[in-house]
């Protein structure tokens, strides 16, 4: 993995790993499934835009991520944890899959992901500690937070927002109304 990534995303992906496991803990999580999902969940992330391209054709991923390495790089991580690791766990490999947009019906172990990612101790932004204390408290709100605040700054961006974020939206929002 080391080798896959630039030091810096080495060292999120390490943090990632130690929320997902302090998460797992508090929520009831598998603690094993938390730590692999954290660690290898951004193994894709430094490819390049050739090499990125040519994962998403190897593996059949569908076109509209050619080109776009932000959206591609969750989907290609675990299709090669799948197809070049011999990862056979669903949950994880939708952790993994789905840490980028989120999706509806997601399991605790791909909230968890998905909210360790954008709270671990080495992101640098104002609200960290604020959403971190949620994290522990509240995970569907961190959820819920996290990926209001991610459509927001898309939207700020003139960037394309996709479909599974915004059905993660509704469906973790109808989770936290009681709704689902």
């Known amino acids: 993995m080391k080798d896959n990534l630039k030091e810096s995303r080495y060292i999120h992906s390490l943090g990632v790993e130690d929320m997902a496991v302090r998460l797992a803990k508090t929520w009831g999580a598998d603690i094993e499934k938390a730590a692999f999902a954290g660690r290898y969940h951004d193994i894709a992330k430094n490819f390049d835009e050739e090499r990125m391209d040519s994962c998403v054709i190897k593996y059949g991923l569908p076109e509209e991520l050619i080109g776009n390495n932000a959206l591609a790089h969750s989907k290609v991580a675990a299709a090669i944890l799948q197809n070049d690791f011999g990862v056979c766990d669903e949950d994880i490999l939708n952790a993994v899959r789905f840490h980028t947009t989120g999706r509806k019906d997601m399991s605790l172990l791909e909230e968890i992901i998905f909210v360790a990612d954008a709270v671990e101790d080495n992101r640098t932004y104002n609200d ?3 959403y971190q ?3 522990e408290t509240d995970l569907d709100r961190a959820c819920f937070e996290i990926i209001e605040y991610t ?4 939207e ?3 960037r394309d927002i996709h ?3 915004l ?3 509704d469906w ?3 989770k936290i109304k009681g709704d689902n």
């Open 151 to 154: 459509i927001w700054a898309l």
């Open 167 to 169: 059905e993660a939206r």
């Open 133 to 135: 204390q949620l994290a």
């Open 156 to 158: 700020s961006k003139n």
């Open 128 to 130: 960290l500690k604020y």
């Open 163 to 165: 479909k599974d974020t």
């Open 172 to 174: 973790v929002w109808k």
